[in-house]
């Protein structure tokens, strides 16, 4: 099964910050990965896919990059609404896997 | 409007079983894989399975962890989709959620807003 290890698992920001969100993945997996955004009690909301592409209604704020094994996430400003938990996917076979998840507090 | 809505959740003991749905509404139910995802009590998010449309023969793949105990199935002439779980562990114990895979079906665009069950004596 392919592994995905994120990080930071936690990380505190201010608004206004550049934040960065890191998944590796145990084996290449192509561009074949997603990222989610959940709030506490809410089902996850895509906001990439295909490694880089933005999801329609996402904010330009949000940008993904990577291939084969490395992928970041981006928020270039954080906003108050982007304090949440982030999380990677990947859907290059099967058993289709989740990464831990990046928690954003406000610092 | 893509709706998603899951149901069936509750409280069931050890080995027991529990049938869960999810109404689908607003797109072709029928041209789209399906799956189901849990998350555990402040834990992260676990594939459980999916089910491939009628064009890909209706094929399913499950996560090793519920392999031969939960059995995913659809009703397109419902805009419906299931999961039957039995023999229920207290592992099982989770936040279901249906969720819709895009055209591609390498990512999951839309999600319900979850059913909780919980396995407990």
């Known amino acids: 099964d392919i592994q995905l290890t994120q990080s930071p698992s936690f990380l505190s920001a201010s608004v206004g910050d550049r934040v960065t969100i890191t998944c590796r993945a145990s084996?290449?997996?192509?561009?074949?990965l997603a990222w989610y955004q959940q709030k506490p009690g809410k089902a996850p909301k895509l906001l990439i896919y295909?490694?880089?592409t933005l999801q329609s209604g996402v904010p330009s704020r949000f940008s993904g990059s990577g291939s084969g094994t490395e992928f970041t996430l981006t928020i270039s400003s954080l906003q108050p609404e982007d304090f949440a938990t982030y999380c990677c996917?990947?859907?290059?076979?099967?058993?289709?896997?989740f990464g831990g998840g990046t928690k954003v507090e406000i610092k | 409007e893509v709706q998603l809505v899951e149901s069936g959740g509750g409280l069931v003991q050890p080995g027991g079983s529990l049938r869960l749905s999810c109404a689908a509404s607003?797109?072709?139910?029928?041209?789209?894989?399906m799956d189901w995802v849990r998350q555990a009590p402040g834990k992260g998010l676990e594939w459980v399975g999916r089910?491939?449309?009628?064009?890909?023969?209706?094929?399913?793949e499950y996560a090793a962890s519920v392999k031969g105990r939960f059995t995913i199935s659809r009703d397109d002439s419902e805009n419906s989709l299931y999961l039957q779980m039995n023999s229920l562990k207290t592992e099982d114990t989770a936040v279901y959620y249906c969720?819709?895979?895009?055209?591609?079906?390498?990512?999951?665009?839309?999600w319900g807003q979850g059913t909780l069950v919980t396995v407990s004596s």
């Open positions: 969720a819709r895979a895009g055209v591609s079906a390498r990512y999951f665009d839309y």
């Open positions: 607003g797109f072709t139910f029928s041209d789209h894989y």
């Open positions: 089910t491939r449309n009628k064009a890909n023969s209706y094929t399913k």
């Open positions: 084996q290449g997996i192509s561009s074949y």
């Open positions: 295909a490694a880089s």
């Open positions: 996917q990947h859907l290059n076979s099967y058993p289709l896997t």
